[in-house]
Every structure is written in structure tokens, then in C-alpha cells.
């Protein structure tokens, strides 16, 4: 068994040859010095495990010395001793950082009580060591799955973009125009869902994304592609952060409902503004997110082309605990779809 290294610091000779002799029975190593001074050369010239400090010494008393002792680069629990009965002292000690006190006096309970508070401090330490070990072997794995989830989403992103880049190549070569309308829409639902793996992939929050900027970049990619001057869809967005999942739906039910505008809302004329707006509702606990134009609006209400885009709004929606709301009072058509956040 390996012996417990206790440095006494103590003025009392006699009390300190007791303390030596009885601790030394128990498994410690005691190594006595008369004063603060003394105590902190110890320390630099050799390891300890414990250290128990008297209170009332020449020169410096133990407060004084404590946080000497304590700022040393590899301090050792401190068990303060003092023959004072004012609880003062040992809550000072206490508070300037000693691990536990212990009344001082020549009989064999002092020795007992000593000892038993030397050991509840190292017992103190090695659980706190044994913690931090822990909680650095958790952060550790943590980082490693975050880097993990970061390469994973850099790999979807670049697998997404290949697909779009297949579906652009397939679109050269198709001659029937609604084949070519229903390749580009799906093309804009995958770009949807690349662009919010492109997010995390470059982001240090790998659970959240920030909606405000993947929307910024979605209606960015959608002007250029469905807007002939890049300028007919406006964007304002309050700054807030939803889940990953929420930022996939969000994003195709934004595609979807601006492909519809761009389609349905200007047939035959010049294309107008299309407007996106997140904003969270008057307690923050959700959001609002509206997509309108100033079209003719619904007319009969019913689908218009195969319906598809309504079945992947509805599913989408469904999957954020919300459905889509069409506003009856405005001139064109405005789709609210509220989620929490």
C-alpha cells in the first residue's frame, strides 16, 4: 500500500511528534514543519498528497499562508487545524478554500478526528478528479460525434448537389417541356434540403440551424432560378434558430409555395413580387411563416397541375404539428403555416 504524503505545518513540536507517530501507524508519511514558510518550501521541493495547516504560527497564521499554499501549480487539499473555538476562523478557512477544519488538542481524539477529515478530503479530491476525467472523456466524445455529424453532412450536401447536377444534365436532353418543368421542380426540392446540409456542415451548432440565413441563401437560389431579374421574391426574416428537421420542412414548404406564386399568381404578364415572412408570434414560443402574392388568388380553389406540390406542403407541415392556412381576405393568395419553436 502506498503511503498517504502529509505535509503537518505546526509550531507545537510536541503535538506535531504525535501527529507523526500516530498518523504514521495508519499509512501516512508525515513530513512536519514549524511555519508557513517552511510549509511552502516543502511544497516546492516535493509532492504531497494532503497538507493540514495550523492556525496560530509565527511570523504568518494559516490564513495568510492558505492561499499561498493554494495557488501553488498542484496544491493539495488542505485540512485547516486551529485551537481556537471561535467558528469564525474555521469558516474563514473554510471559505478561503480549505477542504475541512479540525479543533486541535493533545488527546487522541484529536489524532482521530484528523485523520478522519485527511482522508474525507483526499477521498473529496479523487471523486472530483475521477469527475473531471469524466466530463473530459464526455466532451471528447462529443466533438468526436460532432465531427462525425459534420463530415456526414458534407457528404449528403455533395450527394444532393451531384443528384441536382444529374437532373441538370438530364434536363438537356429532354425535348417535353412538362418533363422538363417537373425535373426542375424536383430539383428545387433537393436543392431545399442540400442547402440546409450545406448549413450545418459549415456551422458550430450542428442541432440547430439559423433560419433567417438558410432562408437568405434558399430565396437567394430561387430568384436566380425562377426570377428573370434575380429580384421578385423579397425575404424578411426575423433571426431565429429552429432543429434541423423543422429547417428541412420549412425549406421545401418555401420552395413549393414560391414555385406555385411564380406558376399560378402571374399568369401571361410580368412576373410580381413575391413576399416570405418568418416573424415569431407575440409570446416567441412560435413562428410565422407567410408566402404571398398579389395574383388573382385561388379562384375556384382547386389544385392546379398534378397536385403534387400540395401533397409534399401537407406532408410537410404535418411533420412540424401545424397545417397550412390560406388567408380568405387577401387580394392574392397568402399561405401561414405556424409552428412552435
Known amino acids: 500500500m502506498t503511503p498517504v504524503r502529509l505535509l503537518y505545518i505546526d509550531d507545537d513540536r510536541g503535538l506535531s511528534r504525535l501527529v507523526e507517530k500516530e498518523l ?57 487545524v486551529t485551537g481556537a473555538q471561535d467558528g469564525r476562523i474555521a469558516v474563514a478557512a473554510l471559505r478561503a478554500g480549505a477542504a475541512d477544519y479540525v479543533i486541535k488538542d493533545v488527546s487522541e481524539d484529536f489524532t482521530s478526528l484528523l485523520r478522519s477529515a485527511l482522508e474525507d478530503a483526499l477521498t473529496r479530491r479523487r471523486l472530483q478528479r475521477e469527475n473531471d476525467d469524466a466530463q473530459e472523456q464526455v466532451r471528447l466524445a462529443r466533438d468526436r460525434a460532432e465531427a462525425m455529424l459534420r463530415e ?80 421578385c421574391i423579397r425575404l424578411t426574416a426575423t433571426p431565429m434558430r429552429v432543429t434541423t428537421d423543422q429547417a428541412v420542412s420549412l425549406g421545401v414548404v418555401v420552395t413549393e409555395l414560391v414555385t406555385n406564386a411564380v406558376k399560378y399568381a402571374y399568369p401571361g404578364g410580368p412576373l410580381g413580387e413575391i413576399r416570405v415572412i418568418l416573424e415569431p408570434d407575440a409570446d416567441g414560443k412560435r413562428a410565422l411563416l407567410t408566402v404571398e402574392d398579389d395574383g388573382p388568388g385561388m379562384g375556384d380553389g382547386a389544385p392546379k397541375g398534378t397536385g403534387l406540390g400540395g401533397k409534399i406542403v401537407s406532408a410537410m407541415a404535418s411533420g412540424l404539428r401545424s397545417a397550412l392556412e390560406i388567408d380568405p381576405n387577401h387580394k392574392g393568395v397568402r399561405a401561414r403555416l405556424a409552428f412552435d419553436l
Open 24 to 80: 504514521g501507524r495508519h499509512g501516512f508519511q508525515v513530513t512536519c514543519v514549524p511555519d508557513g514558510d517552511a510549509g511552502l518550501e516543502a511544497l516546492e521541493r516535493g509532492q504531497y498528497d494532503v497538507c493540514a495547516l495550523d492556525h496560530y504560527m509565527p511570523g504568518r497564521d494559516g490564513l495568510d499562508v492558505l492561499p499561498d499554499i493554494l495557488a501553488h501549480a498542484a496544491p493539495p487539499p488542505v485540512v485547516y
Open 152 to 231: 456526414v453532412n458534407h457528404r449528403v450536401g455533395n450527394s444532393l448537389q451531384l443528384v441536382s447536377t444529374f437532373i441538370s444534365l438530364q434536363l438537356r436532353h429532354l425535348a417535353d417541356e412538362g418533363a422538363r418543368n417537373a425535373l426542375r421542380e424536383a430539383q428545387s426540392r433537393i436543392e431545399a434540403v442540400s442547402h440546409v446540409h450545406r448549413r450545418l456542415y459549415t456551422s458550430d451548432d450542428m442541432a440547430t440551424v439559423a433560419m433567417d440565413e438558410y432562408l437568405n441563401g434558399l430565396v437567394d437560389e430561387l430568384s436566380k432560378s425562377l426570377c428573370p431579374d434575380d429580384s
